[in-house]
């Protein structure tokens, strides 16, 4: 069975830092893209960043220079340091086994495609 367990969400002020972090099990790192996405509420679910199964990295426009994410296919952990969060970073964030573009295209938070965990509730409060 196929598990994506997200932690390390909670409520912090304005500059603050959180590491999220998704242990996986039932497959392996490399056999699929892997990607940390969030959904806010009124907003549309974004691929916030991720690590294509051939080791490229992508991250959204808004985070790039304070979110850093990583992958240690030895623990198979996804993780996302997350630094100077704002408040446009609350939202639910999600652990996700999906591939990033289908014939050319993004899919988006399609979860149909793949794997997905529970999410982690984030905070960012001034």
């Known amino acids: 069975e196929v598990q994506l367990a997200e932690s390390g969400g909670g409520s912090v002020q304005v500059g603050s830092s959180l590491r999220l972090s998704c242990i996986v099990s039932?497959?392996?790192?490399?056999?699929?893209?892997m990607g940390w996405y969030r959904q806010a509420p009124g907003n549309e679910c974004e691929l916030v960043s991720g690590?294509?199964?051939?080791?490229?990295?992508y991250y959204v426009d808004s985070v790039k220079g304070r979110f850093t994410i990583s992958q240690d296919n030895a623990k198979n952990t996804l993780n996302l340091q997350m630094n100077n969060l704002k408040p446009e970073d609350t939202a639910v964030y999600y652990c996700g086994a999906i591939p990033f573009v289908i014939e050319g295209m993004p899919t988006g938070c399609a979860k149909e495609l793949g794997y997905w965990g529970q999410g982690t509730q984030v905070t960012v409060s001034s």
């Open positions: 690590i294509s199964s051939g080791g490229d990295v």
């Open positions: 039932g497959f392996t790192f490399g056999d699929s893209d």
